[in-house]
């Protein structure tokens, strides 16, 4: 039986249709040769997730993501095709997360810990993972102020490669070599001096020795008059010398009041001493008894008549 040419262009063809829509139906990620689950999730935004695009499980791909419609509320439900020899868990977390700097999108489950599985055509949890983009912000606002900072830099940079400041900088160069040639005289005469002057300056040294060596020798005779002083200051301290401060503030107020009363005209001092008319009857009595005795002296047997043989008076 011959095959004719258009027999094999036909068959040809239908087998390219029948592989196209294959290819077709696999990028929009349907499994046409394996049966699946149909699992939803209802997502707020979808940024950068499309058909086809792999569901995962730490890392492994165990589905795809089939059908994306528009809800009227304006949230996205995504469908999602899981081979069916994998066992989800119904309360597995569909995550939405990023897969690169580029922000493409894939749906990442985080199994649940229930021992129930979830359904065909059942609705998991879904959430939204910060983007890696999000989680560079930190990262991308500390590089701008890095460049921020290196382009002050850089332009310190240029100021200082300026002609003009170069020639600044060599003449302070210069002025600093100047210093120091300056500075290294000055040390070589340093130097001279101190060598010329090397035995004075044992000698001091010497001398200080002495002083030391003597310090030391007094020390026991200053740490004897050092014992001597605490002795004179604990016996000073332990005298009664605020007993006789006592005494003494007593008797001075005591002779303080004695002359106030004498001032005062009270006792006999003070009669004598301040009232003019007792001075003036002492002085006349004085006077009269100097008289009387001149008297008596004078003319004795006016006062004393005596016998010596027994006569009668008169």
Do not use: C, W
């Not at 229930?114 to 590089?143: F, R, W």
């Not at 001091?204 to 007094?218: C, F, G, M, R």
Request: glycine fraction near 6%; charged fraction near 20%.
């Amino acid at each position: 039986m011959t095959i004719t040419n258009e027999t094999k262009i036909g068959v040809l063809t239908a087998i390219a249709i029948t592989i196209l829509i294959l290819g077709f139906s696999f990028l929009r990620g349907d499994d046409l040769f394996s049966g699946s689950n149909k699992f939803y999730a209802v997502y707020k935004s979808v940024d950068g997730l499309a058909v086809s695009k792999p569901v995962l499980v730490n890392g492994f791909q165990i589905g795809r993501i089939s059908k994306m419609k528009l809800l009227p509320d304006g949230r996205t439900i995504v469908e999602l095709k899981i081979d069916r020899q994998y066992n989800v868990p119904s309360n597995t977390l569909a995550k939405l997360v990023s897969t690169d700097l580029l922000g493409s999108k894939a749906i990442v489950f985080a199994y649940g810990n229930s021992n129930t599985y979830a359904q065909d055509n059942d609705t998991l949890h879904a959430d939204i993972e910060g983007g890696l983009a999000e989680s560079l912000q930190p990262i991308q606002m500390k590089a701008e102020n890095l460049i921020s900072k290196l382009d002050s830099s850089l332009a310190s940079i240029n100021k200082i490669l300026n002609p003009n400041f170069q020639k600044n900088v060599d003449r302070s160069f210069l002025s600093i070599a100047n210093s120091l040639q300056t500075l290294e005289g000055t040390t070589k005469k340093i130097d001279a001096l101190i060598g010329s002057q090397t035995d004075h300056i044992n000698g001091i040294l010497a001398n200080t020795e002495v002083v030391s060596s003597n310090l030391k020798t007094s020390s026991a005779h200053i740490t004897g008059i050092t014992e001597n002083f605490d002795k004179v200051s604990n016996d000073v301290a332990n005298a009664n010398i605020k007993q006789t401060l006592d005494n003494a503030n007593k008797a001075m107020a005591d002779l303080q009041a004695t002359i106030s009363k004498i001032n005062a005209n009270q006792g006999n001092l003070g009669l004598l001493l301040n009232d003019n008319k007792l001075y003036n009857n002492l002085n006349n009595a004085s006077k009269h008894l100097d008289s009387l005795f001149i008297d008596i002296k004078a003319h004795p047997k006016h006062y004393v008549s005596f016998s010596v043989f027994g006569g009668k008076k008169q």
